[in-house]
């Protein structure tokens, strides 16, 4: 109640209120700047725009912008019951250029708190707080699954067992594996180790360990594969038949040579593997 008195005393300190004997009267003023206007927020104002669309707006201002310049009005009466919601009112808004009002008068000011402006919902804080430590708790374990000095292969190796749901944790350079499995560079099967009375957690590991390794070995090879494949230039060399050389369908490659054949092209060719289609130049 104290900040709503504060917030009606400060707009009534821009506002010249007529004294008029027997009784109250609306107050009414006129705005000279955004700065004042949004300080009517709530308020009911009538507003006059500038010619050659001279029109003139009465409801309550619902907004001021200062990065827009323009005012939102809502036009619509207000609800019978002052204690309603004024968020699940109906409203007529118009959005008015701060530059087009010529005038404006303040009719009435805002009413009790919580009327003026939509009623803003609750905030969960123990929903937030939990998103916030979930999140928290997600970028530590990022930050754990990263080895430190250790090479890609060593981090691939460790994130192919997270992949599929094996608890692994980051011991300086070596990799333990379901708390029992110690694996050391250069993380190979031979390099598992464990006490006597973990063999069989052991073996399970170094099958894991020798199935992921064949996997990310396979997905390298293909990596390169495609790289190297990938607009791959090839020299193709023809010749042309002496006795007809004007002839290109006696032309052929050249896949025996002779001494004494006339060179006439040099055909270099684009050549994609997963394309049916070449691109070539050829230089006469």
């Known amino acids: 109640m104290a900040d709503t008195a504060a917030k009606r005393n400060s707009i009534a300190g821009k506002?010249?209120?007529?004294?008029?004997?027997?009784?109250?009267?609306p107050a009414t003023s006129s705005l000279d700047s955004l700065e004042v206007l949004s300080k009517a927020i709530g308020c009911r104002i009538k507003i006059t725009t500038a010619a050659p669309?001279?029109?003139?707006?009465?409801?309550?201002?619902?907004?001021?912008?200062?990065?827009?310049?323009?005012?939102?009005?809502?036009?619509?009466?207000?609800?019978?019951?002052?204690?309603?919601?004024?968020a699940a009112q109906p409203g007529d808004y118009h959005i008015i250029p701060f530059s087009r009002i010529q005038s404006s008068q303040v009719i009435s000011l805002a009413g009790a708190e919580g009327v003026a402006q939509p009623v803003i919902g609750a905030v969960d804080i123990r929903q937030l707080q939990k998103r916030e430590e979930t999140r928290?708790?997600?970028?530590?374990?990022?930050?754990?699954?990263?080895?430190?000095?250790?090479?890609?292969?060593?981090?691939?190796?460790?994130?192919s067992f997270r992949?599929?749901?094996?608890?692994?944790?980051?011991?300086?350079?070596?990799?333990?594996?379901?708390?029992?499995?110690?694996?050391?560079?250069?993380?190979?099967?031979?390099?598992?180790?464990?006490?006597?009375d973990k063999q069989e957690t052991l073996i399970r590991v170094r099958k894991i360990l020798e199935g992921e390794r064949k996997k990310l070995q396979e997905k390298e090879a293909r990596e390169r594969s495609a790289a190297s494949n990938w607009r791959r230039?090839?020299?193709?060399?023809?010749k042309s038949i002496p006795s007809a050389e004007d002839d290109p369908s006696k032309?052929?490659?050249?896949?025996?040579?002779?001494?004494?054949?006339?060179?006439?092209?040099l055909t270099i060719v684009l050549y994609n593997?997963?394309?049916?289609?070449?691109?070539?130049?050829?230089?006469?």
């Open 15 to 25: 506002i010249a209120t007529p004294k008029i004997g027997g009784g109250s009267s």
């Open 53 to 86: 669309h001279s029109q003139t707006y009465e409801g309550t201002l619902f907004n001021a912008c200062p990065v827009l310049h323009v005012i939102a009005i809502n036009t619509r009466a207000p609800p019978p019951n002052p204690a309603s919601n004024a």
């Open 136 to 159: 928290v708790n997600q970028l530590r374990e990022e930050e754990e699954s990263r080895g430190k000095g250790v090479s890609k292969e060593a981090q691939a190796i460790f994130d």
């Open 163 to 196: 992949r599929i749901n094996v608890p692994v944790r980051w011991h300086n350079q070596e990799i333990i594996v379901l708390e029992h499995v110690i694996v050391v560079p250069p993380y190979r099967p031979e390099d598992c180790k464990a006490s006597k």
């Open 233 to 238: 230039p090839r020299i193709l060399i023809t």
């Open 251 to 265: 032309a052929r490659h050249l896949c025996e040579g002779s001494r004494g054949t006339i060179w006439r092209h």
């Open 273 to 284: 593997p997963n394309s049916q289609t070449k691109n070539d130049t050829r230089i006469k």
